[in-house]
C-alpha cells in the first residue's frame, strides 16, 4: 500500500519504487547494527537490495511466490551445519526440502510441454 500511495504522490514509478525500496530495507535493519559507519553501510546496502528483491518477487509474481521465498528463506537459516554431529542429517533433510520441490515443480513444467514441429 505503501508504493501504491508513493506511486500517486511521485509520480515517476521508478522513483516511487526507489524511495519505497530504501525505506523497506532501512526498516528491515533493526536496532543493532551500529558497530561502526562502514558496516553500518553495508547492512543498508544489503538490506535495501533483500527489500527489493523481495517486493520485485511479490509484484512480479505475486503474493503466494513472496510468502513462499520468505518461508524458505526463515527455515533455510540453520547457520553452519557440522557433519558429524547427530542433527546433521535432519539439517541436511531440512536444507534439501526446498531443493526438492523446486526440482519436481521444474520436472512437472517441463513435462507438459508439447512440441509442435
Known amino acids: 500500500m505503501i508504493i ?4 500517486l504522490l511521485i509520480r515517476r ?5 526507489l524511495i519505497a525500496f530504501a525505506g523497506f530495507g532501512v526498516s528491515m535493519m533493526g536496532p543493532g547494527n551500529a558497530a561502526g ?25 505475486g503474493l503466494l511466490a513472496f510468502l513462499a521465498a520468505g518461508l524458505v528463506a526463515q527455515t533455510s537459516t540453520v ?9 546433521a542429517g535432519r539439517s541436511l533433510v531440512e536444507l534439501a ?8 515443480a521444474l520436472w512437472v513444467i ?8
Open 37 to 61: 559507519p562502514q558496516l553500518f553501510a553495508i547492512a543498508c546496502v544489503v538490506s535495501i537490495t533483500i527489500a527489493g528483491a523481495m517486493l520485485w518477487l511479490m509484484r512480479r509474481f
Open 13 to 17: 514509478v521508478w522513483l516511487a519504487d
Open 79 to 87: 547457520g553452519p551445519i557440522s557433519l558429524g554431529t547427530w542433527y
Open 97 to 104: 526440502i526446498p531443493v526438492v520441490v523446486a526440482g519436481w
Open 110 to 117: 517441463l513435462a507438459g510441454k508439447r512440441s509442435y514441429a
Open 4 to 7: 501504491v500511495i508513493a506511486r
